[in-house]
């Protein structure tokens, strides 16, 4: 599985930005797919996650509220849509998708087996 990661940019605080995350040579069904991102000097972080059957959705509850993951079954495409951004909001963000996620790991890097490169997001405030 191969994963595309799209979007991102420069933006000020306030402003929203989406994020895309395809994939090619499958589909993501019967996957979970996840957002992550990584600010220089810290650690990976949670931002969300779908599970691509029945679209169940889970977020870092530090975002919730301004992050919206969404699929598009068509395109075979994750959204991750980011509204009121903040300076903190600024990183290198990555999908990933992985099969058999149980809920209790969504949160955790180590649960997913691809990853795509990471997209910057910038947020001047």
């Known amino acids: 599985v191969q994963l595309q990661a799209y979007g991102g940019g420069s933006a000020q605080a306030g402003e929203s930005l989406g994020l895309s995350c395809q994939t090619s040579g499958r589909t993501f069904r019967g996957y979970t797919v996840g957002w992550f991102r990584q600010a220089p000097g810290k650690e990976r972080e949670f931002v969300a996650a779908m599970k691509w059957n029945g679209g169940h959705t889970y977020y870092a509850d530090s975002l919730r509220g301004r992050f919206t993951i969404s699929k598009d079954n068509a395109e075979n495409t994750v959204h991750l849509r980011m509204s009121n951004l903040k300076s903190e909001d600024t990183a290198a963000y990555s999908c990933?998708?992985?099969?058999?996620?149980?809920?209790?790991?969504?949160?955790?890097?180590?649960?997913?087996?691809?990853w795509g490169q990471g997209t910057q997001v910038t947020v001047s405030s």
């Open positions: 990933a998708a992985g099969g058999r996620i149980i809920q209790s790991s969504i949160r955790f890097p180590q649960a997913y087996d691809y």
